[in-house]
């Protein structure tokens, strides 16, 4: 019992990143039918800005010898990160989709792939091949709970992933901003007639999108303290499958979709030989899409409303 | 174009290509070595050791004019390139520096999984390559052409087993590993079998993998906690080590961890810091507490860089000093490149009782010195202190 339930806390820590990477995949394929495959490098950028920011608090606090505690640079952290990649995602957004928004969909999307090897070459000819390793912010303490084990950066973790969930799912259902993210999932060409201004609205979900990821990667350095510029693509991939998985444009479907790829990675090692851990996940995730064509929350296509 | 014109082109560009072809067939008092190493990707902190200890390696030989080979003086160029820690592009460079480069020998790859496919390349090519760190049997297996400078696989596996078994009395053992790379792979299987062997079937208790790029391993090591097990061996790379090492602790593991030559990068520390402290290893050489030469090039090289140098770092300098010996051995260079790299590969191959930093070599039939190996303590400041020392038995 104890092995099934500490597998339970693995599988909602690893799902916690795919579950926050994959809204922003989710947001922006839902708000303007963009796959943003520079996602994954987004959420590496915010983990770098995440690195830099503790370390320059840590340096900043230990030159005025003041004692700011762990948790309170962590919560800076998280903050300017977000912030700070926020930006990242807008500047994605204006130099590399706006210019394409009436091209082919094919050529936004290999944008998304070019701007994503620029950002993880970009990183590597600015700050080199070496792997930083992420300042241990909170130093863990190890819990011993019915013989389920928790650290205390598991439980931040986790609930930093749920809070942001559910205040975006808030944004977005019960804001005017969020009711035009909406109202352009719907209609793309008559929202513009409403007076709603297109293009900030498409910049305002990228900077949520890369807000979160931002998050993302400030909370996966907590957890996985090795960063390298290559560290988005996988999670990249494996969040945009969630992101399908979840519902086109449905936030808690993304995030839902998240936590069930993290649920069905770590069970599947935890049963099979750990070997074939990706190739039984992903060809239940098959399954699941064939019978589930548009997702968990997706509303089919409308020939009407898509041209 | 006219007829003229076309003409004029065409002689100006054989002419072009003519003159290209006399400066790099000509240049016969240069003598170009290769360097293979890892210079991005997942193990940068392996390329720059290569690269830092090739070019001290190059400073002393210009510092003395050139090499002396015969009776004439050589200038020796190093050619660099990266593999990016993937084997495909360490296949790739291998083609490049040897068909295009023309370099009379090539230092590197360094890890299995690149030295492995490049072997091939350089044995196909017939040109000489030492691997200076490479484990696993396959570099080096039927290849002719392709040396190492360290121990293998099939020798360090027992003796983790054997090392474990005297020091703690265990029986019961668990290891975790990368399934998609030749080198924990292939360590992890001779580790099993040497532990089988000792204790019997079953007593490996939990043998759990991972593929290359996970970084989450929460599964695995609850499943190697619910094990029994008593200690953890893991042979990977230091940024994975400093993971799973983590990880493990936070998931309530506080038994022992064993790893391999490829834990003792300089970096290791740095990534994985206290979790790390009294953990032991095997590996080539134990940097603190070394003497004579060994000393002398761990201060030069800490002087220069400002850190102490690793196993691969000293291992590529023996590697770089028994390719200068081959070359100086040969005794004469034709300026053919292919009777050239014969004459060195021969002459590598006859090497006898060399003196490097990291033990005395002298290859077998199939390219391979017989080393002793090290278990190094990491110490409680984050050294690696000497704890022992494993010789093959003969």
């Known amino acids: ?18 579950a926050l990477v994959a809204i922003g995949y989710s947001m922006v394929y839902g708000v303007l039918m963009l796959f943003n495959f520079a996602h994954g490098d987004v959420f590496m950028v915010g983990a770098y800005i995440g ?14 010898s003041i004692a700011i505690p762990g948790w309170l640079i962590l919560i800076l952290t998280l903050i300017i990160a977000m912030f700070l990649n926020s930006f990242v ?3 994605v957004e204006r130099i590399g989709y706006r210019p394409l928004r009436d091209a082919p969909r094919a050529s936004a999307a290999i944008t998304g792939l070019m701007i994503g090897i620029i950002l993880e070459t970009g990183n ?9 390793a992420f300042p241990p912010l909170i130093p863990p303490t190890v819990y011993k709970v019915g013989g389920v084990y928790i650290t205390n950066q598991k439980i931040v973790i986790i609930v930093v992933a749920l809070a942001l969930t559910l205040a975006l799912h808030q944004f977005v259902q019960h804001t005017k901003w969020g009711m035009a993210m909406r ?35 400030v909370l996966y350095g907590v957890a996985y303290p090795v960063l390298g510029p290559y560290m988005g693509i996988i999670i990249g991939w494996k969040a945009f499958v969630a992101a399908i998985l979840g519902g086109r444009g449905s936030i808690l479907g993304a995030a839902s979709a998240g936590f069930l790829l993290g649920f069905i990675e770590i069970f599947v090692t935890m049963i099979f030989p750990s070997t074939m851990r990706d190739f039984i996940a992903y060809t239940i995730i098959l399954l699941i899409l064939t019978f589930l064509p548009n997702g968990f929350f997706g509303e089919p296509y409308s020939a009407k409303l898509r041209l | 174009m006219s007829r003229k014109h076309f003409i004029l082109l065409t002689v100006v560009l054989v002419l072009a290509i003519a003159a290209l072809a006399a400066c790099s067939g000509g240049g016969a008092k240069v003598i170009k070595v290769g360097i293979n190493a890892p210079l991005t990707g997942s193990i940068p902190k392996v390329g720059e050791g290569t690269k830092y200890s090739a070019q001290m390696w190059l400073a002393d030989i210009n510092k003395a004019g050139g090499l002396q080979v015969g009776n004439k003086k050589y200038k020796v160029e190093l050619v660099i390139e990266d593999n990016e820690s993937k084997a495909d592009s360490a296949v790739k460079a291998n083609t490049k520096m040897i068909t295009q480069d023309n370099v009379l020998v090539i ?17 196909n090519y017939k040109t000489p390559m030492i691997s200076p760190w490479s484990t696993n049997p396959k570099t080096t297996l039927n290849r002719p052409w392709v040396f190492r400078g360290c121990f293998l696989d099939p020798f360090q596996g027992p003796v983790i087993a054997n090392f474990v078994t005297n020091q703690f009395g265990f029986t019961k053992a668990a290891v975790l590993y990368d399934i998609a790379s030749d080198y924990p792979k292939g360590l992890a299987e001779y580790f099993k079998k040497a532990w089988e062997k000792l204790h019997g079937a079953g007593s490996v208790v939990a043998y759990e993998s991972f593929t290359h790029g996970d970084t989450d391993f929460s599964a695995q090591l609850t499943a190697i906690n619910k094990s029994g097990a008593q200690f953890l061996f893991t042979p990977q790379y230091y940024s994975e080590v400093a993971l799973i090492v983590k990880q493990a602790h936070q998931l309530g593991w506080n038994k022992p961890i064993v790893g391999s030559d490829s834990w003792g990068s300089a970096e290791l520390i740095k990534l994985c810091g206290s979790d790390c402290y009294g953990d032991y290893f095997s590996t080539h050489y134990a940097a603190a507490g070394a003497k004579g030469a060994t000393k002398a090039f761990i201060d030069r090289y800490n002087a220069k860089y400002g850190y102490v140098p690793d196993d691969v770092a000293a291992l590529t300098w023996d590697s770089l000093n028994i390719a200068k010996t081959a070359i100086q051995n040969c005794g004469k260079l034709t300026g053919k490149i292919a009777t050239d790299r014969k004459c060195v590969r021969d002459a590598m191959a006859n090497i006898k009782n060399f003196d490097g930093i990291t033990g005395k070599m002298t290859f077998n039939e199939s390219g391979d010195p017989s080393k002793c190996a090290v278990i190094v303590k990491i110490s409680d400041k984050g050294e690696f202190k000497f704890f022992k020392q494993v010789c093959p038995t003969k």
């Open chain 1, 124 to 132: 590597l000819a600015l700050l080199g091949a070496q792997r930083r």
């Open chain 1, 51 to 64: 690195f830099f920011t503790a370390s320059g608090l840590m340096a900043l606090a230990a030159m005025g």
């Open chain 2, 107 to 123: 230092i590197g790859p360094q890890s299995s999984k690149q030295a492995v496919p490049a072997g091939e390349v350089a044995n």
């Open chain 1, 183 to 217: 109202a352009m999932a719907y209609d793309f060409l008559v929202v513009p007639l409403m007076g709603i201004p297109i293009n900030t609205i498409a910049a305002l979900t990228f900077a949520l999108g890369s807000a979160l990821a931002a998050a993302a990667g």
């Open chain 1, 89 to 91: 995602g807008m500047a």
């Open chain 1, 1 to 18: 019992m104890g092995y099934f339930l500490q597998n339970i806390v693995n599988a909602l820590q690893w799902g916690s990143f795919y």
